[in-house]
């Protein structure tokens, strides 16, 4: 099976603007986390977006946001774009067990942001 | 609230020896899940190993081995045999069983591999 694929790889953008990351699961899982990861604060939690729906948020503000489609893929916007936003977006996903629960976290490459 | 403490920030090993590394939790809950992962110099989080909270045994992938002691609330990783490609930065991390599946993160322990 193909791994997690994040897009793109590498994104330069200013302060102001908005980005939009994108993360397509392994084939077969229904979960998608993203992470925010900074040499500060460490790994940060997001969301998880399952079955298109945003079951759980993190502690970031409203510029963040994501959006889960019907074959799984999911994508996250940041507008207004901070120099603190500059980090490494990880996505994950994740199979569906049964009951509500999801497996194991298994993460694509990740996408570095740069914020000038 | 649950948290993840990683107290080495680094640590150093001589080629086709072992080392361990430490990883503590805080937690009320009963049912949940640890994992260690590695993140190379590519970026790219591998998941190393997982432990159930509900299994005593502890899991062991080949090289690598965990000591879990569910009371003492500690999950460290021992690597075994240590190989140059074991050169990265491992995270411990926690996640609930029940709800909010969400990984909550160690700050990460840099193991540095001399030939």
């Known amino acids: 099976k193909a791994g997690v694929t994040q897009t793109p790889r590498y994104l330069i953008k200013t302060r102001g603007q908005q980005v939009t990351l994108s993360c397509s699961p392994i084939s077969g899982h229904r979960s998608v986390s993203w992470y925010q990861q900074t040499p500060g604060q460490g790994l940060q939690f997001l969301f998880e977006y399952f079955s298109e729906t945003q079951r759980n948020k993190g502690n970031f503000p409203g510029r963040f946001s994501g959006r889960q489609f019907s074959n799984s893929r999911s994508e996250m916007n940041v507008s207004t774009l901070e120099l603190g936003d500059s980090a490494l977006y990880l996505c994950?996903?994740?199979?569906?067990?049964?009951?509500?629960?999801?497996?194991?976290?298994?993460f694509g490459p990740g996408t570095r942001l740069t914020v000038l | 609230a649950q948290t993840v403490t990683q107290s080495q920030p680094e640590m150093s090993v001589q080629e086709a020896e072992t080392v361990t590394l430490s990883c503590t939790y805080d937690t009320s809950e009963s049912d949940y899940y640890l994992f260690w992962y590695k993140q190379p110099p590519s970026r790219q989080m591998i998941l190393v190993i997982r432990q159930e909270a509900y299994k005593q045994q502890n899991a062991t992938e080949n090289r690598f081995s965990v000591n879990f002691q569910k009371a003492a609330k500690s999950f460290s990783l021992k690597i075994s045999d240590s190989q140059l490609g074991d050169a990265a930065m491992y995270f411990c991390a926690y996640r609930s069983a029940n709800s909010n599946y969400q990984l909550i993160w160690g700050a990460g322990t840099k193991l540095i591999i001399k030939p």
């Open positions: 994950a996903s994740s199979y569906y067990s049964g009951g509500g629960k999801t497996d194991t976290q298994y």
